[in-house]
């Protein structure tokens, strides 16, 4: 099965010809369900193929926002791709995505999708990038005076006010920050008022206010009645609080589906709670990150070292691969997983 986003329409945003909200948009929201997901790559008589995802199943709701997190390779930039259309063409996806109960396409103004990377003219102004996106991307039977305002809207929306008449900037020309330019990366994409939205790691290399100040401008778009996947890596702990529900991903299976709060609840469950004082999130991703074997094994292997891991700390005791089996079975048979289907079953009818 596939979702592709491939009309030129305008019947998927949220404007008619002159400009105004369109009454079949109105109130427009989009339930996404995905069943038995999986993702494989094709040998093409090469090696072993991959499987890059593994059924998965989950839901995502207008007004909330998601957070896909896991280890690097995990397959969360997959779990974006295959969701939004985006996959390549040697990739082999199989499984249900459905949109408001239904295979279809996601035609243009109804998906919104912000990459990884800025993609901005660094001589531009803040405002001028987003009045030439909209020039492009809005109804041309639309004034040059509500284009002004849609621009003017999704600028104090943003809130880059303060750096509207500011040019962007490049390697050779000073500009503005780097949460400024997600921000406006967002901006450019919100124009169209998509009612689905992907976001590929927008916090990366920003600190921690400008992490802040993005995924808060994210939610209050949600807030409009949008529904918001973004992928993130190692939010802190106030980035964290901010979500809404939690997809956590490792070697593409799903070790946690649910509210963003409850998460910590079910690692305790699964008998690796989450020290006090330390971030949830780092929590989870010590708990299923291969990586920290190796770190373990070094210790071990260090006559200087090798007396300080004697603990009875299952994350130190355990390899996290086994970690990361025991949290995929636990779920698998959790309460957690029994909601998220009888969840899906009802957003599907929707």
Not at 241 to 261: C, H, M, P, R, W
Request: with cysteine; hydrophobic share 35%; charged share 25%.
């Amino acid at each position: 099965m596939e979702i592709e986003v491939g009309s030129t329409s305008w019947a998927g945003g949220d404007y008619g010809g002159g400009g105004e909200m369109s009454p079949a948009r109105r109130g427009g929201e989009a339930f996404l369900v995905w069943e038995d997901l999986t993702v494989v790559l094709p040998n093409f008589g090469h090696g072993p193929t991959k499987k890059l995802l593994h059924n998965l199943n989950g839901y995502a709701e207008p007004g909330r926002v998601m957070a896909v997190m896991g280890p690097s390779g995990s397959g969360k930039s997959t779990l974006l791709d295959s969701l939004a259309g985006r996959l390549a063409r040697n990739v082999v996806m199989t499984g249900n995505i459905l949109l408001n109960g239904k295979k279809r396409s996601l035609d243009y103004g109804v998906v919104a999708y912000v990459t990884q990377e800025d993609v901005l003219l660094g001589t531009l102004t803040v405002r001028e990038t987003l009045i030439y996106s909209a020039h492009l991307r809005l109804p041309s039977s639309m004034s040059r005076n509500e284009i002004k305002g849609i621009v003017e809207a999704t600028i104090t929306e943003m809130g880059l006010q303060d750096c509207a008449n500011r040019q962007i900037g490049n390697w050779q020309l000073r500009g503005i920050s780097g949460g400024e330019k997600k921000r406006l990366s967002i901006a450019v994409e919100i124009l169209i008022r998509p009612r689905l939205m992907f976001l590929d790691e927008p916090t990366s290399g920003l600190d921690s206010a400008s992490a802040f100040f993005v995924i808060q401008s994210i939610k209050n778009i949600a807030r409009d009645g949008r529904t918001v996947i973004s992928s993130i890596h190692q939010p802190s702990s106030e980035v964290f609080a901010l979500f809404d529900d939690l997809y956590l991903l490792s070697g593409g299976e799903t070790v946690y589906f649910g509210e963003a709060k409850m998460a910590t609840k079910f690692f305790a469950e699964a008998g690796f709670p989450c020290p006090s004082r330390r971030n949830p999130s780092d929590h989870f991703l010590r708990c299923i990150n291969s990586d920290f074997d190796v770190v373990t094994a070094t210790i071990k292997g260090s006559q200087r070292l090798r007396g300080r891991d004697q603990t009875s700390d299952p994350l130190v005791s355990m390899a996290t691969t086994n970690i990361k089996n025991v949290l995929v079975d636990k779920y698998r048979h959790s309460d957690y997983a029994r909601k998220s289907k009888s969840k899906m079953k009802q957003i599907s009818k929707v």
